[in-house]
């Protein structure tokens, strides 16, 4: 019985370590919608969908965004990526508790971030002719390049 001992104690530190990790993963749907809807929403990642949607995002990676719909004004915005009370929480405990490995995991995952605003609701303008050709916006500091999103998101489906 001792030798399991051990193993069991190793094995509940490696679970514990990363905590926001293991807990709230390190993905976050974000909601995007607009008034009037059936907009076109164009991510900085290269993601694209039409009001209202709901898109699966990496936590630690703000994104610019941009919704266009013919006789409305564009509209610009940009989701930020920050430190959640529920992930600083989870982090905080990983110091206290002594797993400096799973505060590491965390910050690395963005397990311990949350996108913000999310909801994201947009009210559009009337505009005459307004957007016409969606665009991706440019990629905000820190966020991910359509590049590297595609390269992610294959990695997931395996």
Do not use: W
Request: with cysteine; proline share 8%.
């Amino acid at each position: 019985m001792r030798p399991i001992a051990p193993a069991a104690v190793a094995a509940l530190a490696l679970a514990a370590g990363g905590c926001a990790t293991f807990i709230r993963g390190s993905t976050q749907s974000l909601t995007i919608d607009s008034l009037p809807g059936a907009a076109t929403v164009s991510l900085s990642n290269g993601e694209r969908c039409s009001t209202p949607c709901v898109l699966k995002l990496k936590r630690k990676h703000p994104v610019a965004v941009e919704l266009c719909k013919p006789g409305y004004r564009q509209a610009l915005t940009q989701v930020r990526s920050e430190l959640g009370s529920a992930g600083a929480v989870r982090m905080a405990g990983n110091a206290l508790i002594g797993g400096l490995i799973g505060v590491g995991v965390d910050a690395a995952s963005g397990a311990a971030k949350d996108l913000n605003p999310n909801v994201l609701a947009v009210l559009l303008v009337e505009e005459t002719p307004g957007c016409t050709a969606p665009a991706f916006p440019a990629v905000p500091e820190n966020g991910q390049t359509p590049e590297e999103y595609a390269r992610a998101k294959g990695k997931g489906k395996r």
